[in-house]
């Protein structure tokens, strides 16, 4: 991917082929406007193949006008507040003495980040220990720093989907 520094996040996820479905659903959610604003915002971005994994899951699929709100959250957990390179978060876990840090998200929900200990590779977590891989490195951008996930990670509470089969909501 081309990746500009003078650029904002907006711009260059945009020009991402490889992100085209997780640009499609921050325009279908009216997040655009955060990611093209001053910032800084640090994006966890998902590839195409998580968002059709992850779509495939829920009822009519998450561009659905009745999931908006559930897609709504689960984008804002890729959003935190803050410049965090690579080298930020790695000083951070250092200074909490290798343990996880928490990084605030557009909707307030802490988003976990730590250290393999296999890998010494950057890891995401949610509050119930689910975990999802970075790409191999950051990219700096003009208002944040954008990354590539290897997955979707949900924040925790997020609506579980409805089998098409339930007549009462619940599974």
Not at 125 to 150: D, H, I, K
Request: charged residues 15%; glycine residues 10%.
């Amino acid at each position: 991917m081309l990746s500009y520094e003078d650029h904002p996040l907006n711009e260059n996820i945009a020009g991402s082929l490889e992100l085209a479905d997780y640009v499609k659903a921050i325009q279908v959610t009216k997040l655009d406007p955060w990611i093209s604003g001053p910032g800084p915002y640090t994006l966890f971005a998902i590839p195409n193949a998580a968002m059709e994994r992850l779509s495939a899951r829920w009822p009519g699929g998450l561009l659905a006008p009745a999931n908006r709100g559930q897609l709504t959250h689960i984008l804002g957990y890729t959003i935190a507040y803050g410049k965090w390179d690579e080298a930020a978060l790695r000083k951070a876990i250092q200074r909490n003495h290798g343990r996880a840090i928490g990084l605030k998200t557009l909707y307030g929900d802490l988003l976990g980040v730590q250290l393999s200990p296999q890998t010494g590779e950057l890891i995401l977590e949610n509050t119930a220990g689910q975990t999802n891989r970075l790409g191999s490195r950051s990219f700096p951008q003009s208002n944040g720093v954008l990354y590539f996930t290897q997955d979707t990670l949900l924040p925790v509470p997020v609506l579980k989907p409805v089998s098409a089969g339930s007549k009462n909501g619940h599974r």
